[in-house]
């Protein structure tokens, strides 16, 4: 296998916002930055090889007139490196057949800022003369808290529209300024396509590479003028992705993919309960085995190395370990969610629950009326199960620490790591590889900090892979969780009370508000201590809510005799996009004709991350066995960039969503993860996936998001076509436990 090596390091300064670039070895480097201040001499020789004179961060143009793309942002089959490149060579009119497309470095020039910026402030317009300082100050925040993050579903609406659109856009107009100084023509009468200039009434046209080194030399435009919907070439259309040809020939690197000369591999165990320290260790046995190296003792694992995986793993076997005891190893699952019960109750009973919305007036809680109704829904721990292992590669010589690992925060691993070594950041370079799925898992620090740690113990590069076993006993779960409903209904059955209660608290801070039309709202939350570590799980807070809420307004509905779709299209009449995405999955999934005994249709219907999705799932069930037939998915992201990766978006998360909902669950036994392996912690296989039809609804508002929306509508569509289907309703998932037959 080749060896992922970064560019070798060369400072050289230039003056402005943008950079300059000069001819090298055939290479010229224009940056427009989406960033503020001189970013320059920071990443100076990052962004490529030593032949090459870097100044600046985003676009590089060679004299082939090829354009060189640089995205902060991880690709775990999202096509996020193709859609932000799309962006940004769609506004500089760019050749996408020559467009290259390269991932930033784990260096804090890179910190994701405009993804920072648009969590904290939204989409809000700042006038001209503040926005490097607004900028200035994201950035500065991003850079001390190593913000490096591809997550959120937030690359496309904050990365996306507030930075790659403006870079290519900015670029654009300097190189026509700089065509028409150079051919002394009036601006106007330039054109820009595919990568050339082109003047019409004379018929001159030239490369881009032409005038990149005068334009570069330009001050830009801090807020260029960007294309309109109309104007647009890429945007909304589907070029084919730069990252699948060398997916499919095996050329693309994945952190399991590195080889290093003199490379050992280490096979690592945890203690089973979380927390518990390591207080003895034997490993007298493996003396004899033949390719066996060294055994590691870190603070709460043992690690052992060996000249291959396998080995490793199977001299792991036969160590003897110990670790300490503790209160957690009485914690079963029965246990868990009766604290989380009497944490509620007592949140409650003391009237002491933060309050995450209200609106209206809400009367005393206790007895709201005699005609109210209640329910509760209950959801388990989840394991994200990434597709490919946790692992990572890490080699200390010469004062420096190098790590080779697929990662959604590979800055904050270089954090970390130079913690954890005690030494600067500057020696510890990231190279950050493809991911093998994310789902907020890589997210983490975990497996990093392992294989500094090992690494730290031998002089040999040590390639770290955890087994599935330890994936599934040691990740960062989806909480579990209750959440109880009241609801008092006016005399035309519509909630005029809504109380919603529930524990924890993440992000994004309105995923428990519903959308409908409900005068009197409390919305309420209080925590509970558990000892099960909590990770970012595909769509967060919304991944649980999108269940409860959807769920509960179904109920109301039938308790009314009222047609689910009917019932919530009544309560949205306010919200035309919501009507327009619920209609048309009416419309798509032929919601009013009619099924077969035993069969089912369920609706839902949620906004999270910018984007509203609604679902149709139908269902069949045979001697009461789950066949899920078909999945109708209607979402409006404001506009699908790339659509083609939209959809595979939308159809990944609902797949990701069926699986949990059928299957989904982490339980708790003597302070420890109970499943092992997929025998235990099942997935959704292929002849169980259902087909799935998604329509896009681009109602060019502002952009949403793609890769989680999804997942939190699948739940409860699932278990509103279950009921209609059985007559039977399903509070708790995962469905698997729930008894369908008659």
């Given at each position: 296998?080749?060896?992922?090596?970064?560019?070798?390091?060369?400072?050289?300064?230039?003056?402005?916002?943008?950079?300059?670039?000069?001819?090298?070895?055939?290479?010229?480097?224009?940056?427009?930055?989406?960033?503020?201040?001189?970013?320059?001499?920071?990443?100076?020789?990052?962004?490529?090889?030593?032949?090459?004179?870097?100044?600046?961060?985003?676009?590089?143009?060679?004299?082939?007139?090829?354009?060189?793309?640089?995205?902060?942002?991880?690709?775990?089959?999202?096509?996020?490196?193709?859609?932000?490149?799309?962006?940004?060579?769609?506004?500089?009119?760019?050749?996408?057949?020559?467009?290259?497309?390269?991932?930033?470095?784990?260096?804090?020039?890179?910190?994701?800022?405009?993804?920072?910026?648009?969590?904290?402030?939204?989409?809000?317009?700042?006038?001209?003369?503040?926005?490097?300082?607004?900028?200035?100050?994201?950035?500065?925040?991003?850079?001390?808290?190593?913000?490096?993050?591809?997550?959120?579903s937030a690359s496309i609406r904050f990365t996306g529209q507030m930075g790659m659109r403006i870079a290519g856009a900015s670029t654009?107009?300097?190189?026509?300024?700089?065509?028409?100084?150079?051919?002394?023509?009036?601006?106007?009468?330039?054109?820009?396509?595919?990568?050339?200039?082109?003047?019409?009434?004379?018929?001159?046209?030239?490369?881009?590479?032409?005038?990149?080194?005068?334009?570069?030399?330009?001050?830009?435009?801090?807020?260029?003028?960007?294309?309109?919907?109309?104007?647009?070439?890429?945007?909304?259309?589907?070029?084919?992705?730069?990252?699948?040809?060398?997916?499919?020939?095996?050329?693309?690197?994945?952190?399991?993919?590195?080889?290093?000369?003199?490379?050992?591999?280490?096979?690592?165990?945890?203690?089973?309960?979380?927390?518990?320290?390591?207080?003895?260790?034997?490993?007298?046995?493996?003396?004899?085995?033949?390719?066996?190296?060294?055994?590691?003792?870190?603070?709460?694992?043992?690690?052992?190395?060996?000249?291959?995986?396998?080995?490793?793993?199977?001299?792991?076997?036969?160590?003897?370990?110990?670790?300490?005891?503790?209160?957690?190893?009485?914690?079963?699952?029965?246990?868990?969610?009766?604290?989380?019960?009497?944490?509620?109750?007592?949140?409650?009973?003391?009237?002491?629950?933060?309050?995450?919305?209200?609106?209206?007036?809400?009367?005393?809680?206790?007895?709201?009326?005699?005609?109210?109704?209640?329910?509760?829904?209950?959801?388990?721990?989840?394991?994200?199960?990434?597709?490919?292992?946790?692992?990572?590669?890490?080699?200390?010589?010469?004062?420096?620490?190098?790590?080779?690992?697929?990662?959604?925060?590979?800055?904050?691993?270089?954090?970390?790591?130079?913690?954890?070594?005690?030494?600067?950041?500057?020696?510890?370079?990231?190279?950050?590889?493809?991911?093998?799925?994310?789902?907020?898992?890589?997210?983490?620090?975990?497996?990093?900090?392992?294989?500094?740690?090992?690494?730290?113990?031998?002089?040999?590069?040590?390639?770290?892979?955890?087994?599935?076993?330890?994936?599934?006993?040691?990740?960062?779960?989806?909480?579990?969780?209750?959440?109880?409903?009241?609801?008092?209904?006016?005399?035309?059955?519509?909630?005029?009370?809504?109380?919603?209660?529930?524990?924890?608290?993440?992000?994004?801070?309105?995923?428990?508000?519903?959308?409908?039309?409900?005068?009197?709202?409390?919305?309420?939350?209080?925590?509970?201590?558990l000892h099960v570590p909590w990770g970012n799980w595909r769509s967060v807070d919304h991944s649980m809510h999108g269940f409860f809420?959807?769920?509960?307004?179904?109920?109301?509905?039938?308790?009314?005799?009222?047609?689910?779709?009917?019932?919530?299209?009544?309560?949205?009449?306010?919200?035309?996009?919501?009507?327009?995405?619920?209609?048309?999955?009416?419309?798509?999934?032929?919601?009013?004709?009619?099924?077969?005994?035993?069969?089912?249709?369920?609706?839902?219907?949620?906004?999270?991350?910018?984007?509203?999705?609604?679902?149709?799932?139908?269902?069949?069930?045979?001697?009461?066995?789950?066949?899920?037939?078909?999945?109708?998915?209607?979402?409006?992201?404001?506009?699908?960039?790339?659509?083609?990766?939209?959809?595979?978006?939308?159809?990944?998360?609902?797949?990701?969503?069926?699986?949990?909902?059928?299957?989904?669950?982490?339980?708790?036994?003597?302070?420890?993860?109970?499943?092992?392996?997929?025998?235990?912690?099942?997935?959704?296989?292929?002849?169980?996936?259902?087909?799935?039809?998604?329509?896009?609804?681009?109602?060019?508002?502002?952009?949403?998001?793609?890769?989680?929306?999804?997942?939190?509508?699948?739940?409860?569509?699932?278990?509103?076509?279950?009921?209609?289907?059985?007559?039977?309703?399903?509070?708790?998932?995962?469905?698997?436990?729930?008894?369908?037959?008659?």
């Open positions: 296998m080749p060896i992922q090596t970064p560019p070798k390091m060369r400072k050289l300064t230039r003056r402005a916002f943008i950079g300059t670039g000069l001819l090298a070895s055939g290479a010229l480097v224009i940056g427009v930055s989406i960033q503020p201040g001189n970013q320059s001499e920071k990443v100076a020789g990052l962004i490529a090889d030593a032949d090459e004179h870097v100044f600046d961060i985003w676009i590089k143009i060679s004299p082939d007139n090829t354009v060189t793309i640089i995205v902060p942002h991880a690709e775990m089959g999202q096509g996020v490196h193709t859609t932000l490149a799309l962006m940004l060579a769609d506004e500089l009119d760019a050749d996408w057949d020559k467009v290259i497309i390269s991932e930033a470095p784990a260096q804090e020039a890179y910190t994701n800022h405009m993804l920072l910026k648009g969590f904290v402030a939204g989409d809000i317009d700042f006038p001209n003369f503040l926005v490097n300082t607004v900028d200035g100050a994201f950035l500065k925040i991003g850079k001390i808290i190593n913000f490096q993050v591809t997550g959120g654009r107009q300097l190189l026509i300024t700089a065509a028409a100084a150079q051919w002394q023509l009036p601006e106007k009468e330039l054109s820009t396509h595919k990568s050339f200039i082109h003047h019409e009434k004379s018929g001159k046209k030239e490369a881009f590479f032409t005038f990149a080194q005068a334009a570069a030399l330009l001050d830009p435009e801090i807020n260029p003028t960007l294309k309109s919907v109309d104007q647009y070439q890429l945007m909304g259309t589907s070029p084919p992705r730069k990252d699948l040809p060398p997916k499919v020939t095996g050329e693309a690197l994945y952190g399991m993919d590195i080889q290093l000369p003199g490379m050992k591999y280490a096979s690592i165990k945890a203690s089973p309960v979380f927390g518990c320290k390591v207080t003895s260790v034997d490993a007298s046995s493996l003396k004899k085995i033949k390719g066996f190296y060294q055994v590691v003792t870190l603070d709460n694992a043992v690690a052992v190395i060996a000249d291959g995986f396998w080995l490793a793993k199977q001299a792991l076997n036969k160590v003897v370990m110990e670790f300490e005891k503790n209160d957690a190893q009485n914690i079963h699952q029965k246990g868990i969610f009766e604290q989380l019960r009497y944490d509620l109750n007592q949140a409650e009973l003391n009237d002491n629950f933060n309050i995450d919305f209200k609106t209206g007036v809400i009367p005393d809680q206790k007895v709201i009326s005699k005609d109210q109704f209640e329910a509760t829904y209950q959801v388990p721990f989840l394991a994200h199960a990434t597709m490919e292992p946790m692992n990572c590669t890490a080699w200390i010589h010469d004062g420096i620490c190098e790590i080779w690992i697929g990662s959604q925060n590979p800055l904050g691993i270089k954090s970390a790591v130079a913690d954890l070594l005690d030494i600067d950041m500057e020696h510890v370079q990231v190279y950050n590889q493809y991911l093998g799925g994310g789902f907020g898992r890589r997210s983490e620090n975990d497996v990093a900090l392992q294989a500094a740690w090992i690494a730290r113990e031998t002089t040999h590069p040590i390639k770290l892979i955890w087994t599935r076993e330890e994936d599934i006993q040691q990740d960062f779960y989806r909480e579990a969780n209750l959440s109880q409903f009241k609801a008092v209904l006016n005399s035309q059955g519509k909630p005029s009370i809504w109380i919603n209660q529930f524990l924890f608290k993440h992000h994004p801070p309105e995923a428990s508000i519903p959308p409908y039309l409900i005068p009197n709202q409390l919305i309420q939350h209080t925590e509970s201590a809420i959807e769920s509960f307004i179904d109920e109301l509905a039938h308790l009314q005799n009222e047609d689910p779709f009917e019932y919530r299209a009544s309560l949205l009449a306010h919200e035309p996009r919501f009507l327009k995405v619920l209609n048309k999955a009416a419309e798509k999934s032929s919601w009013h004709q009619s099924l077969l005994e035993n069969w089912g249709r369920g609706i839902a219907i949620h906004q999270s991350f910018g984007t509203i999705v609604a679902e149709v799932v139908e269902v069949q069930i045979i001697e009461g066995k789950i066949h899920i037939e078909r999945v109708v998915c209607v979402a409006d992201a404001g506009f699908a960039m790339h659509r083609d990766a939209f959809i595979a978006q939308m159809e990944s998360g609902i797949i990701y969503g069926l699986t949990a909902a059928l299957y989904g669950e982490i339980t708790i036994k003597n302070g420890a993860v109970e499943q092992h392996n997929f025998h235990d912690h099942k997935m959704l296989r292929m002849d169980e996936t259902p087909i799935i039809e998604t329509y896009i609804t681009n109602s060019h508002e502002k952009i949403g998001g793609a890769g989680e929306p999804s997942t939190s509508v699948i739940a409860p569509a699932l278990v509103n076509a279950i009921f209609n289907a059985t007559g039977k309703r399903i509070r708790t998932l995962p469905i698997q436990n729930f008894d369908l037959s008659s």
